[in-house]
């Protein structure tokens, strides 16, 4: 089927907070919660005060994440949704693999990342979970979305090559004309039959975003050339579920004129 009008390009979750996005063709929202297995791991850089009993909100800081390591960007994963298995490559080779449900496949990744990351780490690296928490950059179980125009007017802005997944973004979004996101913030979006998103907050930019996918290496200061060219470091919107629902590439995107919530 094809759209003249706004659609979801591409979605993303990142299983493992600070690692590499999985792609995928469709998903299952749910009201109130963040993508399924999205953040629902995140690795511990010495004691984080995280209980696994009583999960709640912690400040990134207390994560490895590419903020404070950017060298967690040059390492590839791939994560098995149904036996959550994780695979990490470094150049396209393997380099380690096991089960996230198992204390001996955890105490393998992270015998890995103490590793990788010896001269990050403020102490012993350890994999956190808790069920049904996302280890998110807000307290809110969010879904957060970009605008690929606004990708691209941000290019022409600065003169550069600017790949998307630096955003770290679940759903990129195309033909919305440029910025129109943040003219969302206090709206519901439609996307496909039945899913709704209350967008809720412009999403404010870290030295994550300066990291290249790709290479894992800092070469563009997003925060700085945003805040030089429009005035601020915001890029991209959170949105909270409010009506769950299977949401597929390609499914039209249409902002409400009325909203479910008060």
Known sequence: MIHSGPTIHSIYRYPVKGLSPESLARIVLTAGEALPCDRAYAIESGPSGFNPAAPAYLQKSRFLMLMHSNRLGALKTRFDGATHVLTVYIK?????????????????????????????????????????????????????????????????????????????????????PAWHEFDLVGREIAIGTSARLRITQRITRCAATEVNPDSGMRDLDIPKALLRTYGNNHFGVYGVVAAGGEIVVGNSIKALATSSWA
Do not use: M, Q
Request: charged share 25%; hydrophobic share 40%.
């Open 92 to 176: 396209g080779k393997k380099a380690v693999s096991a089960s996230l449900t198992t204390a001996e496949g955890r105490a393998k990744i992270e015998a890995f990342i103490a590793g990788y990351c010896r001269d990050e780490l403020r102490g012993p690296p350890k994999l956190l979970n808790a069920p049904s928490h996302s280890f998110s950059d807000t307290p809110d179980k969010v879904v957060s979305l970009i605008n690929l125009a606004s990708i691209a007017a941000l290019e022409r802005a600065i003169g550069a090559r600017v790949n998307p997944l630096r955003f770290r973004a679940n759903i990129h979004i195309e033909s919305w």
